[in-house]
């Protein structure tokens, strides 16, 4: 019996260029938007928090101050580089949609000066670079109780920091902690480290003096020595 040829014949798919060619411009505006992305740069800087530390020289140190591509900034390079600086503490970042970066700030505290250096809140003594002249000055040497003095004053408020003019370390037989404040209106305050959370009171008892000048004594006993 003989074997019957089909022919079989394939049918041609027709090439939808309308459907090809939206499909090769959406590819083509997709790249073009991620190359532009890519190269768009940073457009603004914004900088709060800090206190001591200008913006420019902050934005500076954080390595943006040429407006690098938005999308190839690294916040963890950012932050390390700003921790450098001894006067900053921590950095929080935020990206922002329109290329917006928002740098903030927490700064070291200032205590007080020591040997003609800034003593801040880390412990570090460091160069008066901004000129601080709104803390006071220590004038006796505290090299043995330094770590704990600069733990209990940055407890200190900052509106009675400014009020005292020098501190002078002055232990007795019983403390060995006692200090004696020389306060800008001419009020002396003796306190002890240990209890250096009632000084923050000081506005409140000085009020109480009615204009008069005393010796304050919060070490022992809190009572006021009016003088003479």
Do not use: C, W
């Amino acid at each position: 019996m003989a074997t019957k040829k089909v022919k079989v014949r394939v049918k041609k798919k027709k090439i939808n260029f309308k459907r090809t060619f939206i499909a090769l411009l959406i590819i083509a505006i997709i790249s073009l938007l991620v190359a532009y992305l890519v190269k768009l740069p940073v457009k603004n800087i914004y900088v709060s928090g800090n206190n001591i530390i200008p913006d420019k020289e902050i934005i500076e140190l954080s390595g943006l101050s040429e407006y690098p591509p938005y999308i190839n900034t690294y916040f963890n390079d950012i932050k390390k580089n700003l921790l450098t600086h001894d006067y900053i503490k921590q950095v929080n970042i935020k990206r922002k949609v329109l290329n917006k970066i928002y740098l903030v700030i927490t700064e070291y505290k200032p205590i007080a000066i020591y040997n003609d250096q800034l003593i801040i809140s880390s412990k570090k003594q460091v160069t008066n670079d901004y000129n601080i002249d709104y803390v006071p000055y220590v004038i006796n040497n505290i090299d043995n109780i330094y770590d704990k003095f600069v733990e209990s004053f940055t407890k200190v408020k900052a509106d009675v920091l400014l009020k005292i003019s020098h501190i002078e370390y002055a232990p007795n037989d019983v403390d060995k902690e006692r200090f004696i404040l020389y306060m800008v209106d001419g009020n002396y305050v003796y306190i002890t480290l240990t209890k250096i959370d009632k000084i923050n009171k000081y506005n409140s008892i000085a009020s109480e003096l009615d204009g008069q000048k005393g010796i304050i004594y919060l070490d022992s006993g809190d009572y006021v020595e009016i003088k003479g």
